[in-house]
């Protein structure tokens, strides 16, 4: 089992940033792809982007290509998104996601761990 707990989310004005924060317990956290989801309301939830084990391979949805950053640190089983140049179309739920595939996928019924999911609202 692994046990994901996101952090970081809040209220920010539209240009501002966040950063969010994941922190895993469990099984050998390098081992797992991790990814980013975000889910607004009324909407089916969206691939943000991903992280491979070794952290050298990323991945970006074309709506926050150059605005969002992730990265991780396996040492402190920690995965992050830096969210730059927020816009009130990111305001979402953010959930961080585990897969124990090689690759980064965007489906996320890939992904088998959750995490509870934290609130980003950007103001206009």
């Known amino acids: 089992q692994v046990q994901l707990v996101e952090s970081g989310g809040g209220l920010v004005q539209a240009g501002g940033s966040l950063r969010l924060s994941c922190v895993a317990s469990?099984?050998?956290?390098?081992?797992?792809?991790m990814g980013w989801f975000r889910q607004a309301p009324g909407k089916g939830r969206e691939f943000v982007g991903g992280?491979?084990?070794?952290?050298?391979?990323?991945h970006y949805a074309d709506s926050v290509k150059g605005r969002f950053t992730i990265s991780r640190d396996n040492a402190k089983n920690t995965v992050y998104l830096q969210m730059n140049s927020l816009k009130p179309a990111d305001t979402a739920v953010y959930y961080c996601?585990?897969?124990?595939?090689?690759?980064?996928?965007?489906?996320?019924?890939?992904?088998?761990?959750w995490g509870q999911g934290t609130q980003v609202t950007v103001s206009s």
């Open positions: 996601a585990a897969s124990s595939r090689v690759a980064v996928y965007r489906i996320p019924s890939v992904y088998a761990y």
């Open positions: 469990g099984r050998t956290f390098s081992s797992f792809v």
């Open positions: 992280i491979t084990g070794s952290g050298g391979s990323t």
